[in-house]
């Protein structure tokens, strides 16, 4: 079992869907929980991150993190063909990210 | 643009031959990160420094890898007598050491070895 899984996708909407996008892992210990998106052939943007249990919004994206689940999810409002991306969640005890595979989404205009 | 930037973007090699890349990170930000992600993937860890300290070193970098971060700005990574499996992109991100150390990520190394 991988310490993170992801749904690869690929995960396709039409314009305008709240899009929940979700990762689980195995090991309880991480604290920090990011949330990036990639663009094709691009490096990861961070969009969020969320310090243990909890939701965070920004925008029209919320994070949340029920570390009694080991599950944690990213719920995008409101879609627009812009968030067309893949979105990667990452996880952290000490310094190195730990990373899902990623879920490509399509937003569909 | 004061994000961290990563050159070249592209870089095509044959095998066996050795190849370098170079990471600026953000100007204030005291750790450096390697990561390594093939397609379909996310990011792998490869190895950090702390100023002009490395830190940490996963075990996917072999021996032909090295790299440094000698005034604690710049960093390069070498990768020596490249493989075929070494075709990859080589991300390298950058945070503070306080607070949540969110790591910003540059766009990126595309390296195909043939």
């Known amino acids: 079992q991988k310490e993170v899984e992801q749904d690869p996708g690929p995960l396709s909407v039409p314009e305008g869907a709240i899009v929940s996008l979700n990762c689980t892992y195995s090991?309880?210990?991480?604290?920090?929980f990011m949330w990036y998106r990639q663009y094709s052939r691009k490096g990861p943007e961070l969009l969020m991150y969320?310090?243990?249990?909890g939701n965070k919004e920004d925008g029209r994206f919320t994070a949340q993190v029920d570390k009694s689940s080991k599950y944690i999810s990213l719920f995008i409002r409101d879609s627009q063909p812009s968030d067309s991306a893949t979105y990667l969640c990452?996880?952290?005890?000490?310094?190195?990210?730990?990373f899902g595979k990623g879920t490509r989404l399509s937003v569909i205009a | 643009d004061t994000g961290v930037s990563q050159d070249p973007r592209h870089k095509i090699t044959k095998r066996g031959q050795n190849v370098t890349f170079r990471c600026d990170p953000i100007?204030?930000?005291?750790?450096l990160y390697w990561y390594r992600q093939t397609l379909g993937q996310g990011p792998e860890f490869l190895t950090y420094?702390?100023?002009?300290?490395?830190?940490?070193k996963s075990r996917l970098l072999s021996d032909r890898f090295s790299a440094e971060r000698p005034k604690g700005s710049f960093s390069t990574l070498e990768i020596q007598r490249t493989e075929q499996g070494d075709s990859a992109m080589y991300l390298c991100?950058?945070?503070?050491?306080?607070?949540?150390?969110?790591?910003?990520f540059g766009p990126g190394t595309r390296l195909t070895v043939l």
């Open positions: 090991n309880s210990a991480f604290q920090y």
């Open positions: 420094f702390q100023n002009e300290a490395q830190l940490e």
């Open positions: 991100a950058s945070s503070l050491v306080q607070g949540a150390g969110e790591q910003f």
């Open positions: 100007s204030e930000h005291n750790r």
């Open positions: 990452a996880m952290r005890l000490n310094t190195p990210l730990v």
């Open positions: 969320t310090y243990s249990s």
